[in-house]
């Protein structure tokens, strides 16, 4: 059977099409894929490295400007930190009106979290304390914002709020708060001594 010259050209050309094909489907587009892998996995890459680098930088930042500015600003030892933060305490009840009540529950050098840890490895020690308040929701939350506020730092590590009697606006709170202070003998790198 003889096959007509029109014949041959549309078997030429579909058979051509067909390499193309197998040849796209099987090493180029493997090739392409693999490519588009490798092209995400290195953004990845950098982009870890780049938070890597940031988180350098804010550790550095921390340990030549931080630390000083907290000292500064009222960082103290353990019975300092503890007294102010009994007496900043006091002065939110009066301006934000509840009535609070501090105690000192634990001076533990044994942080809570993964933040608190690295403060203490970083020389810090924590004092907690128990705040047992009363009052309205508007009172708690200005309280909230003073601790959010405060140039000490100042961390609530837990709340429970109840309310005594449904459909009055009085609640009881009782938050754990933390506080870090620095360890006899400071040096101000904010390294272990």
């Not at 030549?64 to 102010?84: F, I």
């Not at 405060?150 to 009881?172: H, S």
Request: hydrophobic share 40%; aromatic share 4%; glycine share 8%.
């Amino acid at each position: 059977m003889a096959l007509t010259q029109r014949e041959r050209k549309i078997g030429i050309t579909v058979g051509a099409l067909l390499g193309a094909y197998l040849l796209y489907a099987y090493p180029v587009s493997g090739y392409i894929n693999k490519r588009a892998d490798l092209k995400e996995k290195i953004a990845t890459r950098n982009a870890d490295l780049d938070e890597a680098d940031s988180l350098a930088q804010r550790r550095l930042t921390a340990e030549t400007e931080t630390l000083p500015y907290l000292v500064a600003e009222g960082l103290r030892d353990r019975t300092e930190s503890e007294s102010q933060l009994n007496h900043m305490l006091s002065e939110w009840s009066r301006d934000v009106g509840l009535n609070i009540s501090a105690a000192r529950s634990d001076q533990s050098a044994v942080g809570v979290g993964a933040a608190a840890s690295a403060a203490i490895k970083a020389g810090f020690h924590e004092v907690k304390v128990t705040a047992n308040a009363k009052g309205t929701q508007a009172g708690l939350v200005r309280l909230l914002w003073c601790l959010e506020a405060t140039k000490v730092p100042v961390r609530v590590n837990e709340v429970a709020i109840t309310v005594p009697k449904e459909g009055q606006d009085m609640l009881n709170v009782q938050m754990g708060i933390s506080t870090l202070a620095l360890p006899p003998g400071n040096n101000l790198t904010g390294k272990a001594p």
